[in-house]
DNA sequence: AATACACATTTGTATATACAAATAAAAAAA
DNA sequence: TTTTTTTATTTGTATATACAAATGTGTATT
């Protein structure tokens, strides 16, 4: 008697869109699009792009966006430590997890959570020297990453660009 | 003996942030940000505010932004049904979860699935009536929300707004 | 015709996120 | 000082998303 053995083959069926075609061709629209939708589109496509480029970075570090997101609030408190909702107000996107998020970072050892002395309802949040390092070695991809797009932009235009992505979303 | 009823009191603690705040000040960030860093923060951010802004117009009709976007690539099909993975690449952001998606839809009574008789590998997705008539109810939202932002810049800026996102990603 | 390969979609599972409610401590009011 | 209100954080639960693997069908090769 023969075991028929199935060999499984996986295909990684890559979508692939190549980031400087027009918004219309992503999304394959029948229709030209005024420039109110397009700007609509465009703003969340290019967040797209910049968040997938940067979550490839983030990869290898095993952290989610979010996560580092928090290492680099503690950083930025040189020593202090952070309470919960102080960590909360700093992050872009404010998820009400800010606690799980923790969790996380206290098992991979990157901050210690402890009860805050002078008001026991709060919590003191710190990064360790292990979160430091690991930001360390981040620290110039982000620059990298943050250059790879600025770089398609002259200074003068990135300049109009940060205004006027600030006026559209005011 | 009395039985201590514990009155139950939520309160919505929002955190306002003004979105004509510089980027700087929303993640309350100490140090000034160079223009790259802030483009990508500035990008994140306009993704942010008119994604929520969107959502809070899609919330009365039970619709997450995704099922939305399905419906509406169903609709440009005009009557022709779409297969799940022309669905898939017309979407902005591409989810591995299509399936899902449609199973909510349908659930809904918003699009029917049926296998394709050519090719019974495929799925023929289709919007029904009901989902056309809610489609239309939100056309004027959506374009009024397209326009909410967009009136922001005059339309010579937004003509150089859509230009510049786009080099930007590319 | 049998086997291999390719395609289209679905399912499993782990993790993320949203939102309401619960818990617990401090501050304010009665 | 007891009760009420506010603040800070956590937990429960339902849903969303990411990614790998599985399923089922069609096409090509031997």
Redesign the pocket.
């Known amino acids: 008697m023969y075991i028929q053995i199935k ?7 890559t979508n692939f869109v190549t980031t400087n075609m027009k918004i219309e061709d992503i999304i394959k629209s029948t229709v030209t699009l005024n420039a109110a939708k397009r700007a609509v589109l465009n703003v969340m496509f290019a967040d797209l792009v910049v968040t997938d480029h940067f ?1 490839e970075i983030l ?1 290898p570090f095993d952290l ?4 580092y997101n928090v290492l680099r609030i503690l950083r930025g408190q040189k020593g202090k430590p952070a ?4 960590i ?1 107000e700093r992050m872009i ?10 969790d ?1 970072l206290l098992l991979k050892e990157l901050v210690t ?1 402890e009860v ?1 002395p002078d ?5 003191e949040v710190e990064i360790t020297e292990k979160g430091l390092n690991v930001l360390a070695e981040i620290d110039p991809k982000a620059i990298e990453h943050e250059n790879y797009f600025a770089s398609k932009l002259t200074s003068e235009e990135l300049e109009i660009f940060n205004n006027l992505l600030e006026k559209y979303r005011s």
Chains 1, 2 share one sequence.
């Open positions: 060999k499984v083959y996986t295909f990684v069926r979550n990869k989610s966006p979010e996560q309470n919960m909702c102080t909360q996107a404010k998820t009400s997890n800010t606690t799980r998020l923790v996380k959570r805050c008001n026991r309802r709060k919590m």
